[in-house]
């Protein structure tokens, strides 16, 4: 199966400071259809995990502009530009290439 | 707005079968449009995905195949996840998913005599 690795795995920022978070796959995630089925996710406390970013990089519907998404192949990243209150939680990398789909281990971003 | 309920008993014994279900209100299950099925989230394993129903058939977790059933009921507007034989490394939060867009809120299932 593919492994997903996050880094960092913790993260401490300050409000109004841009944030960072790698996510590299052991195999690439460009499928034979050429689409890149690469997702991200913010696990709010005590909540469910919530779709932020499909396919490298669009934001889901009602995501705020300041996190986006890049990469390609198996080096994957996501952005906050200025990181507000309601961004702390767990953030996971999913790949949907392959079966099974596979989660990073998680990066937990703390105020 | 789609809502998805897990139910089902908290507590399994181990060697039994761990059986749930998700009731869907708020819009159909539309399984010749959406992939439906089921997440775990354990604090070992972290976030794993069970296996997924779609109109022509079924999709599993290699790990869990062996043990595993997932079926859509369209008539009760239902999904259902059947574990076989389960062990303490069963125990975990299982999330209900159309996915990726619609969790459950989860539940949480141990696996203890």
């Known amino acids: 199966e593919i492994v997903m690795t996050q880094t960092p795995l913790s993260l401490s920022v300050t409000p109004g400071q841009p944030a960072s978070i790698s996510c590299k796959s052991s195999?690439?995630?460009?499928?034979?259809?050429?689409?890149?089925?690469f997702f991200w996710f913010l696990q709010k406390p005590g909540q469910s995990p919530e779709l932020l970013i499909s396919?490298?990089?669009n934001r889901f519907s009602g995501v705020p502009d300041r996190f986006s998404g890049s990469g390609s192949g198996t080096d994957f990243t996501l952005k906050i530009s200025r990181v507000e209150a309601e961004d702390v939680g767990i953030y996971y990398c999913l790949q949907t290439k392959q079966v099974p789909p596979t989660f990073g281990q998680g990066t937990k971003v703390e105020i | 707005q789609l809502q998805l309920q897990e139910s089902g008993p908290r507590l399994v014994k181990p060697s039994e079968t761990l059986s749930l279900t998700c009731t869907v209100s708020?819009?159909?299950?539309?399984?010749?449009?959406?992939?439906w099925g089921w997440v775990r989230q354990s604090p070992e394993k972290g976030l794993e995905w069970i296996g997924s129903?779609?109109?022509?058939?079924?999709s599993y977790n290699p790990s869990l195949k062996s043990r595993l059933t997932i079926s859509a009921d369209t008539s009760n507007n239902q999904v259902s996840l059947k574990l076989k034989s389960v062990t303490a490394a069963d125990t975990a939060l299982y999330y209900c998913v159309r996915f990726w867009r619609y969790w459950g809120r989860g539940m949480r299932v141990t696996v203890s005599s």
């Open positions: 708020g819009g159909s299950i539309n399984i010749n449009d959406f992939f």
């Open positions: 195999q690439s995630l460009v499928h034979t259809d050429g689409k890149t089925y």
């Open positions: 396919q490298v990089s």
């Open positions: 129903v779609y109109f022509n058939g079924t």
